[in-house]
């Protein structure tokens, strides 16, 4: 079942959900299946940079701890 993003949507909550992840400062949000205004249909998965989304957990991972290593390697 997918879910439309509503304009008034509190989207504070995708930062409780018990499968982000974070590796240092690296981290990887889980995200519920959407549907946008235009029909767009995102699936749930991890959202990696880009937003493209995956269920493979060593994918999500990897995404996590390469983002902590770019944080530490900018001083950030």
Known sequence: ???TIK???DGARVFADGRNLSV???RILW???TQTNRNMV??????LPGG???KNFD????YARWIDEQC????R
């Open 72 to 75: 530490r390697a900018w001083g």
């Open 24 to 26: 240092g400062r690296g």
């Open 1 to 3: 079942m997918t879910k």
């Open 59 to 62: 994918v999500a991972q990897a």
């Open 7 to 9: 304009d008034n949507d």
């Open 52 to 54: 493209r989304r995956t």
């Open 42 to 47: 995102y699936e749930e998965g991890w959202v």
């Open 31 to 33: 995200g519920t299946a």
